[in-house]
């Protein structure tokens, strides 16, 4: 019987006698330094500085916008939302989301 546990790829090994499932997760996740990457080559693509960004978004000061281009954070779905419009590309196409992770322990 194959063991099945939703949001994972199960892998069933024994150890010691006992039968232990082991897993990578399916879910994406996303690598926030490429992502950082791909927001600055975008912003740089269409000629923008920080600075308009900054404006665009109505930030006081442009700590944010140098943090999602270091990776650092990412931004609210709204401001995600924003930047895609500005940057005129999908939501997606901002994300660069790395495949599958390893889940190094057990499941059970």
């Known amino acids: 019987m194959k063991p099945y546990i939703k949001g994972f790829h199960t892998v069933l ?8 499932m082991y897993g990578y997760t399916q879910f994406p996740t996303i690598n926030l330094k490429e ?27 442009p700590q944010a916008i140098y943090k999602w281009q ?16 500005l940057l005129q590309v999908n939501m997606e196409d901002l994300l660069v989301v790395d495949r599958e992770v390893p889940f190094f322990g057990a499941l059970a």
Do not use: W
């Open 13 to 20: 090994r024994q150890e010691r006698g006992t039968v232990v």
């Open 35 to 61: 992502t950082g990457k791909r927001i600055q080559l975008l912003r740089q693509q269409r000629g923008l500085s920080v600075r308009d960004m900054q404006q665009y978004f109505g930030f006081e000061y």
């Open 70 to 85: 270091h990776g650092e954070c990412l931004p609210t779905v709204d401001n995600l939302l924003a930047l895609s419009r």
